[in-house]
């Protein structure tokens, strides 16, 4: 079994769903603490546990960042301005830019991973369990 943690000072090691559920998910990003290897601005990831029918409260808008999101099991759709993207097989996936609003919804149990760069802080939604 893989014990988490700090291993010296500049390593982490973890599992991406232990360590999730204690972030909303995102597992590095800037809300990390100082001297913690996972905390970067340049990036942030998330290991997103949704359970069916989990959607976004609000739709991200004004967004400053692009997002990678990999699908890794379930079916996943993510709202996009005037488009509608289902992620359906293992390994499917969207890229969007800088200025493109979003929102989500799993209509089954999902698993996804989502990378954005740069890691900006303001886009929790409150109450909200994971924020892709």
């Known amino acids: 079994m893989l014990a988490s943690g700090l291993v010296g000072d500049r390593v982490?090691?973890?599992?991406?769903?232990?360590?999730?559920?204690?972030d909303r998910g995102w597992i590095l990003g800037h809300f990390k603490g100082v001297g913690d290897p996972r905390r970067s601005e340049d990036v942030e990831v998330k290991w997103g546990i949704?359970?069916?029918?989990?959607?976004?409260?609000?739709?991200?808008?004004?967004?400053?960042?692009?997002?990678?999101?990999?699908?890794?099991?379930?079916?996943?759709?993510?709202?996009?301005?005037?488009?509608?993207?289902?992620?359906?097989?293992?390994?499917?996936?969207?890229?969007?830019?800088?200025?493109?609003?979003?929102?989500?919804?799993?209509?089954?149990?999902?698993v996804v991973l989502t990378v954005r760069w740069p890691s900006v802080p303001g886009y929790a939604v409150d109450g909200e369990p994971g924020t892709p």
């Open 12 to 22: 982490y090691v973890g599992n991406a769903g232990e360590d999730a559920a204690l």
């Open 50 to 110: 949704h359970p069916r029918g989990d959607a976004r409260a609000r739709w991200v808008r004004g967004e400053e960042r692009t997002a990678l999101l990999v699908l890794i099991s379930g079916r996943f759709r993510v709202e996009l301005p005037g488009r509608s993207v289902l992620l359906e097989r293992q390994g499917d996936y969207i890229v969007w830019g800088r200025g493109v609003d979003h929102s989500w919804f799993a209509e089954e149990e999902s």
